[in-house]
C-alpha cells in the first residue's frame, strides 16, 4: 500500500484551503497541470498537498503490492472526482522538455479559462470553420480594428451618430478582413503550421478542413468586406484596395526576410488612411501619416512579442521574424519604437488640434502601460507573450481615447482640422 494512501486523499479534499476545494478540482477551468502548478506556487499549503496528491495518483501503479490492491486504489482514487483529462496528461508528459525548451501551446493553456463556448456548441463543421477565421480568439479583431477608430475619429470633426455609425461598420470590416488574412495565413502556411507546436492542430494544418473550404469561406469574407468598402468616399476604395497585395503576400514575407511583422504593420494600420476621409471625404497626409506610421511600429511592438512564442520551431524551419533578429535585444528595440510611436502620435494630435491636459494625460498613461508591459513580459515564456500580446489592446483603446479628448479643447469647443 502507498504512503499516501486514499484516506490522505479525502483528507486533503476536506482540510486543503478553498483554492483547492472540491469544486475547483472538478472544474475544467482547473483541469490540467500546468493551471495546478501555477496556482500552488501561491500557497505553501497547497503546494506540500499537490505534491502528495501528485505522488499518490501516480505511484500506486508501482507500489508494492498485488494486482488486487492496485486495482483497488485505482477504482478509490477515481471515485475522488479528481480528473485529468487528455490535454493535461500530455502536458504532464512533456512537462521536463517543456521547462528546457519552452516548447508548448499557449492557447490551449489559455483556452482553458478563455474558451468561447458558443463556438464549442456548433456542429463540427462550422466550429472549424469559424476557427479557421480565427472568430473563436477576437483580439486579432480588435488589434485591427483600433486604427480603424483612430482614423475615423481623427478625420472627424465632431463626435455625432454619423461617426458611431461609421466606426460600427468598420468594426464588423476588420472582423472580416482579419479572417480573410488569417484564412490565406493558413492557405500558404499549412504546410509549415503542421511542424510548429502552436498550429498544427489548426483546420487546414490538420486536414480537418479542405483547401476547396477554405476558399469558398475566404470568397464569402472578401465579398463582404469589398461591399463595406465600396460604401466609403473614393479615397477610400482606392487606398483598400492598394493594400491588399500585402495582405496577399504577408505570409510569403516571412520565408525571405526577418522582418514579416513589418508588412503586418503596413496592413494592420491601413485603418488610419481608409477611415480618415470617412466624414470629410478629404485627407490630411500631415496628419494621417505620422499617425499610421506610428501605428505601424506599435504593429511591430506586440508582434514581436506574439513571434517569441514560435521561436524554437521557427529555428528549425527556417522562418524568420523580428523575434529572431532582435533575439536577446528585443526589449531595447521595442523601448525605441515606443518612443518613436508617442513622438509620432503626439506630433499628429497636436497638428490636428492644440494638445489639452485630458489628451496629454492618456497619452502619458498609454506611454507607462506599455513601458510596463515591455519590461513585464517574459520572452522565454509562450503564455506570458500570449498575455501581453492580447493588453495591447487596452493601449489602443487608450490612444482611441485620446483621438477623441482631442477633438475638443480646454474649453470644450468643437476642433476644427486644417485640410
Known amino acids: 500500500m502507498n504512503k499516501y494512501s486514499i484516506r490522505s486523499i479525502q483528507q486533503f479534499k476536506k482540510k486543503s484551503n478553498s483554492l483547492f476545494s472540491s469544486s475547483l478540482l472538478n472544474s475544467n477551468k482547473y483541469n490540467n497541470n500546468y493551471n495546478y502548478y501555477s496556482i500552488m506556487k501561491k500557497d505553501k499549503t497547497c503546494k506540500l498537498n499537490l505534491v502528495k496528491l501528485v505522488k499518490c495518483s501516480f505511484s500506486n501503479i508501482n507500489s508494492n503490492g498485488n494486482d488486487n490492491d492496485k486495482q483497488n486504489n485505482n477504482n478509490q482514487f477515481s471515485k475522488s472526482n479528481i480528473t485529468f483529462n487528455k490535454d493535461s496528461e500530455n502536458i504532464s508528459n512533456t512537462n521536463n522538455t517543456n521547462k528546457s525548451n519552452n516548447k508548448y501551446n499557449p492557447e490551449l493553456i489559455d483556452n482553458k479559462a478563455k474558451s468561447i463556448n458558443i463556438i464549442d456548441s456548433l456542429p463540427e463543421k462550422i466550429q472549424l470553420l469559424l476557427k479557421l ?12 480594428f483600433w486604427p480603424c477608430a483612430w482614423g475615423t475619429t481623427l478625420g472627424a470633426l465632431t463626435l455625432n451618430i454619423t461617426l458611431a455609425k461609421f466606426i ?42 479542405t483547401m476547396l473550404e477554405a476558399s ?14 465600396l ?61 499610421y506610421l506610428g501605428g505601424v511600429l506599435w504593429t511591430l511592438i506586440y508582434d ?31 523601448m525605441i519604437f515606443l518612443a518613436a510611436i508617442m513622438a509620432l502620435f503626439y506630433y499628429s494630435l497636436n497638428k490636428k488640434n492644440k494638445l489639452d491636459n485630458a489628451t496629454k494625460s492618456l497619452l502619458v498613461i498609454s506611454t507607462f502601460f506599455q513601458v510596463y508591459e ?35 479643447d480646454m474649453k470644450g469647443e468643437e476642433a476644427i482640422i486644417n485640410h
Open 216 to 229: 469558398i469561406f475566404l470568397s464569402l469574407h472578401l465579398s463582404a468586406s469589398l461591399y463595406i468598402l
Open 168 to 209: 460600427s461598420m468598420y468594426f464588423v470590416g476588420s472582423m472580416l478582413m482579419r479572417s480573410s488574412g488569417c484564412i490565406i495565413n493558413d492557405m500558404w502556411d499549412r504546410n509549415i503550421d503542421k511542424q510548429v507546436e502552436r498550429t498544427k492542430e489548426r483546420p487546414l494544418a490538420s486536414g480537418k478542413i
Open 133 to 144: 477565421g480565427r472568430y473563436d480568439r477576437p483580439i486579432g479583431t480588435l488589434l485591427l
Open 231 to 291: 460604401q466609403l468616399p473614393y479615397i477610400s476604395i482606392i487606398s483598400g484596395l492598394a493594400i491588399m497585395p500585402l495582405v496577399c503576400i504577408y505570409p510569403f514575407i516571412k520565408r525571405v526576410t526577418f522582418f514579416p511583422q513589418l508588412i503586418l504593420g503596413f496592413c494592420f494600420n491601413s485603418g488610419i488612411v481608409i477611415c480618415f476621409p470617412s466624414l470629410t471625404n478629404t485627407i490630411n497626409l500631415g496628419i494621417c501619416i505620422p499617425f
Open 304 to 334: 514581436t512579442i506574439y513571434a517569441h512564442m514560435d521561436k524554437e520551431d521557427d529555428k528549425l524551419i527556417n522562418v524568420k521574424s523580428t523575434a529572431l533578429y532582435f533575439n536577446d535585444n528585443t526589449k531595447k528595440f521595442l
Open 374 to 408: 515591455i519590461k513585464k513580459v517574459d520572452l522565454n515564456s509562450p503564455l506570458s507573450c500570449l498575455k501581453s500580446f492580447k493588453r495591447n489592446n487596452i493601449f489602443g483603446l487608450l490612444i482611441f481615447l485620446a483621438c477623441i479628448a482631442n477633438m475638443y
